[in-house]
């Protein structure tokens, strides 16, 4: 038979665990004392907890960890503290921006933002169908974000009467925010930050391929003595091409939640032709290094690749 | 380094045996004890003291990682060997004899604590194993002091139906 007390069902555990005040415990054992519905219940708790402690206490005891946890751990802190671009996947990128270089012909159309629209943010969905990024936004979202980024006046003003080639969504920031890009016709390219709430353009990255960026490029490039000698032979360099590297960052709050944080840096690839040979540089702007250098790789070959 | 070395090398075991009675995997709990370091490591700088006692925030962030990697249930295949009694004989607690008993105690046990989610699993392992108060558990699982003693006791309930129903099932 039930128990209409319902006021012992809420310390019953405090009572069984030995938490209570001398006068509550009292208490509780004096309604036990009148209710066998409630003694049986204590009973079966009690029992069921100490077989609980018996079963896993000894079992908890004997686990231990592999005795080189700690050397594997100062190795993946050492990696973990590695700039990010030095773990990218350069192939990736490689071939993104391969692509760009000899890549199929490309629809160029005169951006005219009102008209315009639908036919880029067709183009937009095709491009982030495309994209091998995961993606943790929906698809609402990224047309949203994109149709954010394309109305805004800051935006329109930076790509000016300039081709938009692509666009697309490179991934969260955060919550409430997310990275759109615009590929531009002269190689530029433009990051807008993105809020989807406020339904904001937050910030604009904007990378514009001018003299100086290509010669920043070059003086991250020549740092490293393979590239020095290729130049040093009188051969320039063909083509630059503006990309970027999308990461996505794991903290821990100070109340010890998890935070995943999106961030971007820009990228350049450099190419150098040199008889039937091309060689591929990868520089990463933002934190001025060498990212990848890649070469010989045979031209026909190359082309047989793409 | 080394004061960071000296932290790890004393809450190694709590963030592994913890992560292992959740997850119930040798792997799953060797990665756990790697994540939680690594942001730990990350984390050195702006952890704040006064905002709450350092055990308590590893052991949010080691109950965070484990239930998001809780895909399996606790079976009765117990990687013994391997924890137990190893071929290198680097985990002597137990006689062979002794491990053997407990072997057994906990095969016969774990088919009913199989029932247990991950969110009963974790008051149980925190309150009876770990011996944590009430108080710290509603603060690492950051909710209220009187939903952590309603899920203890649902899951001593939960689990002594299960035992009973185990009892029938071999009687009859």
């Known amino acids: 038979m ?9 310390i019953i555990i405090d009572f069984i665990d030995g938490e209570l005040e001398y006068s509550e415990q009292a208490l509780v054992e004096q309604h036990l004392a009148g209710c066998r519905y409630h003694r049986e219940e204590v009973e079966a708790l009690t029992a069921t907890r100490d077989d609980f402690i018996k079963t896993l206490k ?58 315009g629209l639908v036919g880029v943010l067709a183009i937009a969905l095709i491009v982030v169908l495309s994209v091998t990024i995961p993606m943790l936004v929906g698809s609402d979202s990224k047309v949203l974000a994109i149709d954010i980024a394309l109305n805004n006046p800051e935006v329109q003003a930076a790509v000016s009467d300039r081709l938009v080639e692509e666009t697309g969504v490179v991934g969260t920031i955060n919550k409430e925010s997310v990275f759109v890009y615009l590929s531009i016709e002269d190689g ?68 010890g939640e998890i935070i995943k944080e999106g961030s971007i840096e820009f990228i350049i690839q450099l190419k150098i032709e040199l008889d039937e040979n091309l060689y591929f ?19 026909t070959q190359f082309s047989t690749f793409n | 380094m080394k004061d960071f070395e ?21 792997e799953d709990a060797e990665d756990i004890l790697q994540d939680v370091f690594t942001s730990a490591w990350k984390a050195r700088n702006t952890f704040d003291s006064t905002k709450g006692k350092f055990i308590v925030w590893l052991y949010r962030i080691t109950v965070n990682k484990s239930i998001s990697m809780c895909r399996k249930k606790w079976s009765s295949t117990l990687p013994f060997e391997e924890t137990m009694y190893t ?26 604590v199989d029932i247990l989610d991950s969110k009963h699993r974790v008051v149980l392992v925190l309150r009876y194993i770990d011996d944590l108060s009430y108080n710290d558990i509603a603060d690492i699982l950051d909710i209220p002091m009187g939903t952590v003693k309603s899920r203890i006791h649902n899951a001593l309930k939960l689990l002594h139906k299960q035992m009973n129903a185990a009892v029938m099932d071999v009687d009859s």
């Open chain 2, 6 to 26: 000296a932290l790890f090398q004393e809450y190694k075991g709590l963030v592994f045996k913890t992560a292992m009675l959740i997850i119930n995997n040798l």
């Open chain 2, 87 to 112: 071929p290198t004989g680097s985990n002597p607690r137990y006689s062979p004899e002794r491990a053997l008993e407990i072997k057994l105690e906990y095969e016969k046990f774990s088919k009913t």
């Open chain 1, 188 to 255: 530029s390219i433009l990051i807008a930050e993105v809020n989807t709430e406020t339904q904001q353009v937050v910030e604009l990255y904007p990378l514009e391929l001018t003299e100086e960026v290509k010669q920043r490029a070059i003086d991250i490039a020549i740092t490293d003595a393979r590239i020095q000698n290729l130049l040093e032979q009188g051969v320039d360099i063909s083509g630059f091409t503006p990309s970027y590297y999308y990461e996505i960052h794991e903290t821990i709050g100070l109340g």
């Open chain 1, 281 to 299: 540089i990868f520089v990463n702007l933002d934190r001025g290094e060498l990212i990848e250098f890649q070469g010989p790789i045979n031209k």
């Open chain 1, 58 to 115: 000894p079992i908890a005891a004997s686990y231990s960890p592999k005795p080189d946890a700690w050397e594997r751990l100062t190795q993946r802190i050492a990696i973990e503290e590695q700039p990010s671009t030095a773990r990218q996947s350069i192939k990736e990128m490689f071939v993104k921006a391969s692509r760009r270089i000899s890549g199929g012909t490309p629809t160029y159309r005169r951006f005219d933002w009102k008209a």
């Open chain 1, 2 to 10: 039930d128990c209409q007390d319902k006021d012992i069902d809420k």
